[in-house]
């Protein structure tokens, strides 16, 4: 979110002269555009993490780890493929459900 393309892309805002100290601070995403592409991987996370027990019931673990990680990568491509803010988010809350599926099934432990 601070890349100036990036800014650019989702704001519409032309590229601000560097000279121009005004218009390099009003060369932002809006902090309600940014709290939106932040919290809503977590919201898909929730989700996913919710739905993935009763999915490892009637799948198995090991299909429903896989699944997670198809769904992630769906969600990265519809990212990476975005220019406008509702493609991100709808690619971000699908990246969510696959990091929930992948978080809640997979038994990591640390030592």
């Given at each position: 979110m601070g890349m100036?393309?990036?800014?650019?892309?989702?704001?519409?805002?032309p590229y601000p002269d560097p000279n121009d100290k005004a218009a390099v601070d009003a060369?932002?995403?809006p902090s309600s555009q940014q709290s939106l592409?932040?919290?809503?991987?977590?919201?898909?996370?929730?989700?996913?993490?919710?739905?993935?027990g009763d999915?490892?019931?009637?799948?198995?673990r090991r299909w429903t780890i896989i699944s997670g990680c198809l769904v992630f990568s769906v969600g990265c491509v519809l990212?990476?493929?975005?220019?406008?803010?509702a493609l991100m988010v709808v690619g971000?809350?699908?990246?969510g459900f696959?990091?929930?599926f992948i978080s809640a099934i997979s038994e990591l432990s640390f030592s």
């Open positions: 100036p393309y990036f800014k650019h892309l989702y704001t519409g805002l060369f932002v995403l592409l932040t919290s809503i991987l977590s919201c898909g996370t929730f989700f996913g993490a919710i739905i993935a999915l490892a019931d009637h799948i198995g990212q990476t493929a975005s220019t406008g803010l971000r809350l699908i990246a696959g990091v929930g």
